[in-house]
């Protein structure tokens, strides 16, 4: 499959009836760059370099740089909670000058900082999946998550639990702002049906399966009439479903995000839904969004980009195949 096919194709997700808000800006908003003069180059430094998630939006940053000419590099921290890292990324960054810093923040007030100091030298900055707060950012790209999450609760609530039993939620980690808006998210949209009781605190896997394993063996055991366990990324999904699938438990999973692993445990039944991004997409117009920002353009102060929820019964679905190819562009849906 083309890059050129597979934009196309997260192009498609817009029409799917799951997405954000309609008073958001969505990527139509960006201009079309026209090819600049001057050769720019730009940072790139995410969250962690662990996932199959950060790979694809470094893959659409790069096609999009590719195309219009200019260069992006990628720098990550090993782990997801080395933030005095991420901060000495940002920060080297500026030092060196780049012309334009694509960021996704581990912590939404400790990188203000370092984005201050980008944007007063007059480095654009573009925000994607996890921002800053304030949003200081000249755009942020990101999936709504409060409200998806909040969809996500409701297919949960209407089809998986039938308006009544128990569900309980583990989270990567409490600082980054998707680890506090997805589970807030869930959780507003759950309060809706008065049969359904959250079973203990929050727990955190710190984006780590085998600590999400543990965590889920527990609840099975604390809780044994649970229902369903919320894994708010990929790697908090994955934990609890290897531990269901050990157990051989009826507890569903329903999670956020696809890689591999997570579609096998779709495939199964035993993660029951997922929200699927764009993250090839959001690395993609976070280079549209500085491209246009050097040439003078007013940028949207946010950009909400589309999602889509992954079930068992949509998953040989055109719609879900694109989706999914967003996370691994190779994918071939069986059959």
């Known amino acids: 499959m083309s890059r050129l096919t597979l934009l196309l194709a997260g192009a498609a997700l817009l029409a799917i009836p799951l997405q954000a808000k309609a008073k958001d800006a969505t990527v139509a908003a960006l201009a079309t760059p026209a090819k600049p003069a001057k050769a720019y180059h730009f940072e790139l430094i995410t969250k962690s370099n662990a996932s199959p998630y950060w790979l694809a939006v470094r893959a659409g940053a790069d096609a999009a740089a590719k195309k219009y000419g200019a260069t992006v590099s990628f720098e990550a921290p090993a782990s997801g909670l080395d933030l005095a890292g991420q901060i000495g990324m940002v920060n080297n960054a500026v030092t060196a000058g780049t012309d334009g810093l694509i960021l996704a923040a581990q912590n939404p007030q400790a990188l203000l900082k370092p984005v201050q100091s980008a944007l007063a030298a007059h480095i654009p900055v573009v925000t994607v999946d996890s921002g800053l707060s304030p949003n200081i950012a000249d755009t942020f790209l990101a999936t709504s998550n409060i409200g998806a999450a909040a969809a996500l609760a409701k297919y949960t609530a209407d089809h998986l639990m039938h308006g009544k039993g128990q569900y309980a939620i583990v989270d990567f980690n409490h600082t980054a702002s998707t680890g506090i808006a997805r589970p807030k998210g869930f959780m507003q949209g759950m309060k809706a049906f008065t049969g359904i009781k959250r079973m203990g605190p929050i727990q955190y896997s710190q984006n780590d399966v085998s600590t999400g394993l543990r965590i889920a063996t527990t609840m099975l055991t604390q809780y044994p009439k649970l229902d369903v366990i919320f894994g708010a990324n ?17 507890v569903k999973v329903v999670g956020f995000d696809a890689d591999l692993g997570e579609i096998a445990y779709i495939k199964s039944g035993i993660i029951q839904a997922s929200i699927l991004q764009s993250p090839y997409d959001m690395g993609y117009y976070a280079v549209i969004a500085l491209l246009d920002k050097i040439a003078g ?3 949207p102060k946010r950009i909400s980009t589309p999602y889509f929820l992954l079930t068992p019964s949509n998953l040989g679905s055109a719609k879900a195949t694109a989706a999914i190819r967003q996370y691994a562009p190779d994918y071939k849906p069986a059959g």
């Open 297 to 299: 353009k007013t940028l």
């Open 234 to 250: 990929d790697r908090a999904a994955l934990g609890p479903a290897e531990a269901v699938q050990r157990a051989h438990s009826k």
